[in-house]
């Protein structure tokens, strides 16, 4: 949960409906569509505050409706969202996407302390937890790990989003931080690290219903994520602390992945499971879906 009201965040929810969102990221207020925001819209004049407005469909995109001299490049220069010491660049995409989740940051806290960093500081380099972040994306959960004194492995199939999350490492200050920066197919890189016999002692995952891989693979979540979770388990070392798992799919059953899991390594091997919704709070504490998360933890 992120609530519109905290300190800490450059982000505010401030009302979603009718398929819409309308967020402020850092001094831009932007109108975007989102399946979760159903029902009507709470303030619909606060939607003419709006300085980004993005629209599906054939001739849509990003449109501007910033007052002034005001243009797209102006607004994207130096665009940027604050989530803690965490800084990240925003450009909008062809998409409609940002380059945040800050859903996310919600799991940030349970990460540290399922990881034992909320009691201690990390000082030796042998010391640091190794974290396996696939789906990475352009890296916030990744700087929010390194910030507390892990060692990240950070995977994407995007040489331009990969990218992304190194300028945004740099924002942060983390530009020599312990993180390994890989463009790889996620379920390839698994593959090979458990033939090289690395390990891990937290997984996080945030798959796309469907995708392209850095050579063309196509991802289908229903198809591969089940053997992409089977070889993550055996990649986890002894001592194992934690496995997140995010998604917005219907396509896969959470159920169904832990019975399979179970059959694989039995109870005590997968640990303990807690799913839940994830969701962010506008400015009225209304609750927005934004999907699921998977918890696993050994304690």
Known sequence: MVHSSSTSYDYQLLDFGQGRKLEQ?????????????????????????????????????????????????????????RSGQVRLGIRPTVAGQL???????????????????????????????????????????????ALSGCEVT??????????????????????????????????????????????????????????????GDRWQIRRDLVPLLSNCWQLLSENRKAVLLCGHSSHISIRDINQILVADYGRKGVGKCEVSQAFLLDSHDRKLDCGFSAKYSWK
């Open 25 to 81: 990221l850092g001094q831009v207020i932007v109108d975007r569509p989102c399946p979760g925001a159903t029902g009507p819209k709470f303030n619909p004049k606060a939607w003419q505050s709006s300085q980004l407005v993005y629209r599906d469909g054939p001739g849509g995109g990003w449109d501007r409706q910033a007052s002034g001299e005001e243009t797209m490049a102006s607004i994207q220069e130096n665009w940027e969202c």
């Open 154 to 215: 950070h995977v994407d199939s995007s040489k331009p989003t990969v990218q992304w999350a190194r300028e945004n490492a740099a924002r942060s200050g983390l530009q020599n931080a312990s993180i390994r920066w890989i463009v790889d197919d996620a379920s390839a890189f698994v593959k090979r690290e458990l033939r090289r016999n690395q390990q891990y002692d937290a997984i996080i995952l945030d798959p796309p219903t469907y995708g392209h891989g850095s050579q």
């Open 99 to 145: 380059g945040v989740f800050p859903e996310h940051w919600a799991h940030w806290d349970w990460l540290r302390e399922s990881l034992g960093l909320e009691k201690q500081a990390v000082e030796q380099e042998s010391d640091k937890p190794r974290v396996l972040s696939l789906f990475a994306y352009t890296g916030a959960t990744t700087l929010a790990l």
